[in-house]
């Protein structure tokens, strides 16, 4: 069975930081380049940073020099490291694998 399960989110403040984890069952996770998405209130589910099978990331303009992408092949996980936190990027956060179903995201919500 095909899962992807979010974990790590919570409430922080401006300029905090927050890992959020990934734990991917059921696919060839290290064939698999892998992205993390969020979804604000009222918005619609935006891309926010990507790594490929090989390790190469990248990211969303408004995350970038903030967020950090990477992956551990061994225990099928991808995470994404956020720092310097801003109310704007308050929303709920997915992973997610190419033709793989949604997981139920982990919720961020970074108080002013």
């Known amino acids: 069975q095909v899962q992807l399960v979010e974990s790590g989110g919570g409430l922080v403040q401006s300029g905090g930081s927050l890992r959020l984890s990934c734990a991917v069952s059921?696919?060839?996770?290290?064939?698999?380049?892998m992205y993390w998405y969020r979804q604000a209130p009222g918005k619609q589910r935006e891309w926010t940073a990507s790594?490929?099978?090989?390790?190469?990331?990248t990211y969303a303009d408004s995350v970038k020099g903030r967020f950090i992408i990477f992956r551990d092949n061994v225990k099928n996980m991808v995470s994404l490291q956020m720092n310097n936190l801003k109310p704007e990027n308050t929303a709920v956060y997915y992973c997610?694998?190419?033709?793989?179903?949604w997981g139920q995201g982990t919720q961020v919500t970074v108080s002013s």
């Open positions: 997610n694998a190419p033709d793989v179903p």
């Open positions: 059921g696919i060839m996770f290290r064939a698999y380049a």
């Open positions: 790594i490929t099978s090989s390790g190469l990331t």
